[in-house]
């Protein structure tokens, strides 16, 4: 099978021996891929999860929480967003033009029936219960909900869409940053160009109540052309929020001693 049909009988039908194969073809054998798992939890920051398994099944030592579903699910539509491409698939088939031709119909009804769901992902087993990690977008804005241990499949899916509305009812995000903003102009005439505008490389938003005002914000500006590391921080509420390296849409290199020289001299005479 290919790893598009493979994705497709994972993504839309909890198929565990798709995940196996893709397991092992990316990770050269199970245990590999298990480890690079767990070594991906760790980058990011997550402490109530370990895998044991790349499909799911129970064991004493494979176990995880709503909350760092949650990051996972996160981090997964962030920077694989294709993901969203195979999870809001309701029916499909694998080996389409095949006499092997296998239909597939997803675990997760909501993708169907809830306007906005285009994922992620249903889970089940005799010690986990019913569970679904779940993605809606409303206007321009994603939120993720996590719901573990149900006793049926009705009663999660009528919870994880409570959870889901009501995020969407009372939260909403701001931004305070967009990518492509001047944060800082600097004239130095040692370097070419000598008028240097740099820029954010990312947005900054934040997620409050829709009845809350946005506290105070700050940026904090970090320069080092040298070594280009340029970078702001982004306190909100007196606190840390973000850092968002600052770029340049030109090179930055250093002037040679002829073009320096000249500048100095237009300094002197031009001021």
Known sequence: MTVHDLLKAMCIASANDAAMSLACYIGGNEKNFVNMMNNKVKELGLVNTNFVNPYGFDDPNHYSSSYDMAIIASHLINNHPKILEYTCIYEDYVREDTEKRFWLVNTNKLVKFVDGIDGLKTGWTNNSGYCLTATITKNDERFIAVNMGNTSPTIRNKEITELLQYGINTFETKTLLSKGDVVKEIDDISKTPKNIVLKASSDVI??????????????????????????????????????????????????????????????????
């Open 206 to 271: 934040i997620l409050k109540r829709k009845d809350e005002k946005i506290k105070n914000y700050e940026l904090r500006e970090f320069i080092d052309l040298e070594n280009n590391n340029c970078y702001v921080d982004v306190y909100y509420d007196n606190l840390l929020y973000s850092r968002v390296k600052l770029i340049s849409d030109n090179e930055i290199n250093n002037a040679n001693i002829f073009k320096l020289i000249i500048e100095v001299l237009k300094s002197i005479f031009l001021s």
